[in-house]
């Protein structure tokens, strides 16, 4: 049983570019979580979602930044028109039916 | 400040010795889970303890939740190499399958 899978590993953007994350849950799981990392910090809930639902998005930023969970394919996090500020890396979590979060090894996105 | 905050910050031991590290946090939790990072990869899930339990092991691990003071100490026994990395408390107040609340983490290093 894979575990959660995430693309790409590192990703480089200049700044006003856009950002895609990709995340495939483990098989079975129908809820995913994104996280921030910044350097020297913990992680900071962005969004959770089920499929085809968000159900919080209280860490998202309100502006830029978007997440789905289509009924087929990986969750996506997207990043619109970048800034150095973004640079972090995003980790996304499924769970199942138990309170259980498994990461993924998570996306370390630099904008130069 | 924050919910779940770890102390101590860092922790340097030698090999064979016993590892405690403390997470305090603010609000009413549905449970507290443990996790373990190293340097640049993702988190790998340790333990989850439940709001009505007072303590739990796995392996050389051991939790104890006190909710009336709202903490909890992750106990490493027998430390070896391979436990140096940083440990998150992450607690989740909502119902299964929301947000979890991150502290800053405690980096130990153990020393053969």
């Known amino acids: 049983n894979a575990g959660v899978m995430q693309n790409p590993r590192h990703l480089v953007r200049r700044r006003g570019q856009e950002a895609r994350l990709r995340c495939s849950p483990m098989?079975?799981?129908?809820?995913v979580y994104w996280y921030r990392q910044l350097p020297e910090e913990g992680l900071k809930f962005m969004v959770y979602l089920q499929k085809e639902n968000i159900i919080d998005e209280s860490g998202m930023p309100k502006e830029r930044f978007s997440a789905e969970f289509p009924k087929e394919g990986p969750s996506i996090l997207r990043i619109q028109q970048v800034v150095r500020g973004d640079s972090a890396a995003y980790f996304c979590?499924?769970?199942?039916?138990?309170?259980?979060?498994?990461f993924g090894p998570g996306t370390r996105l630099l904008v130069l | 400040s924050q919910q779940g905050e770890e102390d101590p910050q860092a922790l340097s031991i030698q090999e064979g010795e016993n590892a405690t590290m403390n997470c305090s946090y603010k609000t009413s939790i549905n449970n507290l889970q443990w996790y373990r990072q190293n340097s640049g990869r993702g988190l790998v899930h340790l333990i989850l303890i439940r709001s009505n339990e007072r303590e739990k092991h796995s392996g050389r691990l051991r939790v104890t939740l006190d909710t009336s003071k709202k903490s909890s100490s992750l106990l490493i026994t027998a430390s070896r190499a391979a436990d140096t990395a940083s440990y998150f408390c992450?607690?989740?107040?909502?119902?299964?399958?929301?947000?979890?609340?991150f502290g800053e983490g405690t980096q130990l290093t153990v020393n053969p």
């Open positions: 979590a499924s769970s199942g039916a138990g309170e259980t979060q498994y």
């Open positions: 992450a607690t989740d107040a909502g119902t299964s399958g929301s947000r979890l609340t």
């Open positions: 098989k079975g799981h129908s809820h």
